[in-house]
């Protein structure tokens, strides 16, 4: 049996990840000087990253690996470290999701 981080499609969606990550903190710094159409987009793909999070996350909830259950007690952790106490992360992503879509809404004003 291969553990939780060496599946193929583990693999894949936490390189695409880590992909989606680095692209986005290349360019925060730049959003307020943006294009409104590129405040758009930048907003979608944090859309698409925080998405594809929430799945990874749901992923560790429910595997029985201790490498998964770990990574999981970690990330509860830095949520804590946050300021997030404890807020179920189900919650987090929600308001997080709400929140990006409140961006956009602005932006359509």
Do not use: C
């Amino acid at each position: 049996m291969t553990s939780f981080f060496e599946s193929e499609n583990v693999m894949r969606e936490m390189t695409n990840i880590y992909e989606l990550q680095k692209e986005l903190y290349g360019v925060i710094q730049k959003f307020p000087y943006m294009s409104h159409d590129a405040k758009w987009e930048h907003i979608e793909t944090l859309k698409e990253l925080l998405e594809k999070q929430q799945i990874m996350w749901t992923r560790m909830s429910l595997s029985d690996d201790p490498e998964a259950i770990e990574m999981k007690e970690k990330l509860m952790e830095a949520s804590k470290d946050m300021g997030f106490g404890n807020a179920d992360m189900g919650t987090i992503f929600r308001n997080m999701h709400n929140v990006l879509v409140q961006m956009q809404t602005q932006l359509r004003k």
